[in-house]
């Protein structure tokens, strides 16, 4: 399988008044082509930073460091502003969470689709207005023609985020990155645009980057699932086996604390994950879980666990240290 | 004991939208006609996408908003029949992000010991205890106390406000998304809290909310709203095992559980809904 992007030890810093806030501790991501990687965490976790840091959009004086940030043979971080512009739009594509305030108010949606292909592809305006009603049209919006004179304002939240969908596949990128592109939409609204990223990535054979915090969305659309933990990834395994044998005790608690209609007693006790997240500020000592962690044990204070194999395969890794050592004695 | 702890009958708020200076307003029923009834200690359900009305209904409930028609009974007396103050010691509210509901510039101990203050309960010692009391009560830690809403992660923000919401021993609470801003691990927290709560306080909830998972978790009876009404109501059972609208049916398969192996669920025509309500 090709891979499309190759992501090596990547670390993002911003600094603080207090002190360099580390957001993303190193991580190792790679994106296969036509693939659907989510990438799953609670807020403050760097899913997003992640995300950004990908597209190149952080602010300058964040600091984005890599060993390897390779997009299909080519090094991202050597390219120069321009040349990353050309890549950014054209090649990798953004869906933003917020269909509210992501398109901009001023400009018409025609003007907005057609902006980056005429740029990036030298079309004419009548050519890049075909492509934009084509593709309007597949997102499933009502009347394509008329609403490329009309405004942001005047279309509801779902018919927005179809046009953001629209837009993002514009230029046919080989990967989109979708940061919680349905969070603030109802679920019924929910469930059709997760319908149609998973039809049109399929179609088009596009990789899809799609970061959300909600198991639910993972399970449904997800070929590969990458759990971040304060800025690093703490499990990755492919759908079916994160979520039948989930290895990592915050997955585990991420999982047991989602009331599951059918399956969980109505009214029983869920389990939570007690504590808060670590500060990002500085080094962290140890497991980053651990002071939450209820199977942590004397080691887990100060040896930091890294991504191992578990049970030997390379498909399913898991930062932890008591859970390396079991997969280690089931090997044996 | 009065019979219902909360009842509304027929009530509507209708607003007036503005099409220019000289048109036509559109008129436009966010409340239609709504008629619920929760008995004490019970926990209602109220579900629905959004601008459905969810909100708005919260609000008149609370006070907040004043009706187009209709009433609303807390305790079996209509709330306007006697002052706001007095209202506020029966209901109260839990608001869906703890972010922007809680004073930035007051201490923690500020924001809970308010309501002790407004109705001039006991005096300044008596108030610091019952705010040590209540913090205990939902789980945060004295030592936040002279805090500032800033320092406080979302969960205890949450908690801040439920302590709030409980120190005037109100007997109904009303939680609008009361956990749909705060992340799953501590969505877990807080609506255990709110189990315990109500099981050793006694309380009556409307809870209102679109995550449909926490919902069955939590309540015994369900409405469903739609575009300003409600469509289907009953029992958990009635509406999770079997929901009659269609509706409701496409608000119960659209939920997303962690479970791979089904797949993304069918897209459901909006017009079998629309036509049936």
Redesign the interface.
Known sequence: MKRILDVKNLQVSLPTPNGDLRAVRGIDLHVNKGEMLCIVG??GCGKSMTSMALMGLLPKRAEVTAEAMQFDGMDLLSLSKKERNQVRGMRMSMIFQEPMTSLNPSYTLGNQLCEGIIKHKGLSKDEAKKRAVYLLERAGVPYPEKRLDQYPHQLS?GLRQRVMIAMALMCEPDLIIADEPTTAL???????I??LI?ELQQEFGTAVIFIT??????????DRVAVMYAGQVVETAS??DL??DPQHPYTK???N????????L?????????G?VPSLIGELKGCAFENRCSASIGECCYRSPSLENHLGSENHQVRCSIATASSCREAV | MSEYALELSNLSRHFYLKNGAFKEPTLLKAVDGISLRIRPGETLGLVGESGCGKSTLAKMILGLLEPTNGDVLINDKARGSSSRLLMSRQLQPIFQDPYSSLNPRKTIEQIIRLPLQLHKIGDAKSQQKAVKDISDLVGLPERLLKNYPGQLSGGQRQRVAIARALILKPSILVCDEPTSALDVSVQAQILNLLMDLKKELGLTYLFISHNLGVVEHLVDRVAVMYRGKIVEQGTREQIFQNAQHPYTQALLSSVLTPEPALGLPEVLDSSAWDKAS
Do not use: N
């Open positions: 609670e807020s939240g109802d679920v019924t609204i929910q469930a059709q997760l319908r998973r915090h909600d198991l639910g969305v993972v399970a449904r659309i997800a759908a079916q979520f039948s608690g991420l999982l604390c989602i009331p599951v209609p059918g399956k969980t109505p009214g029983s006790h869920l389990e939570s994950i007690p808060v």
